[in-house]
């Protein structure tokens, strides 16, 4: 089975392709000749990740996911939330985004935070929704140098390590996009094509 991950984020697409293993082939958006950035005006994830998703099937009549994380600072009343991406203004820059998120968050004792994950399915012409969160605390200062986004500030409860700290597979086995994308991987499986 085929289907396009609606995303330009390479590490997205690698992290997805790690969980997935045999049976489903992805696509990335560059693969069937999409290369526009695809609408996200939603103010709710969900809504994002189903209009990132419909535009590509509308658009290039694939069936297709698309996912939108955002991370939700208690301390902050849910900020950066569906906005994570963008915190800092355009050009989107995950250094930028940091430096923002730990100036708001100054010398709060308060740094629970959570990670959260919605990822819309399009086949043919059902629709289907998984999520998955990640529960945690942010930090005052980057530790680590791999994944990508808020990782580098992001330590998951249980850890003593930022998701920047964990090596791919650790990472997948723990975080908010992991979790929907075994959900995904489960109902996939489940459903005969």
Do not use: W
Not at 1 to 28: D, Q
């Amino acid at each position: 089975m085929k289907i396009c991950f609606a995303t330009n984020n390479k590490k997205k697409i690698e992290e997805v392709k790690a969980a997935l293993g045999k049976g489903v082939e992805i696509v990335s958006l560059q693969e069937i000749g999409c290369h526009e950035e695809l609408p996200e005006t939603g103010d709710t994830l969900e809504h994002n990740a189903f209009q990132k998703a419909q535009y590509v099937k509308d658009h290039y009549g694939v069936d297709c996911f698309a996912d939108d994380t955002g991370l939700e600072v208690d301390a902050l009343e849910g900020e950066p939330g569906v906005y994570s991406g963008r915190y800092a203004g355009e050009p989107r820059s995950d250094e930028r985004n940091i430096d923002k998120l730990l100036k708001n968050l100054g010398t709060s004792s308060n740094r629970t935070a959570r990670f959260k994950t919605v990822i819309a399915l399009l086949i043919g012409d059902e629709k289907y929704k998984f999520e998955g969160i990640a529960e945690g605390k942010i930090g005052t200062e980057r530790i680590g140098n791999a994944g990508f986004g808020y990782d580098p500030v992001f330590t998951p409860d249980g850890y003593s390590k930022t998701f920047a700290e964990l090596t791919m597979d650790e990472k997948n086995k723990i975080s908010h996009r992991g979790k929907a994308v075994r959900a995904l991987i489960q109902f996939l499986n489940q459903i005969k094509f």
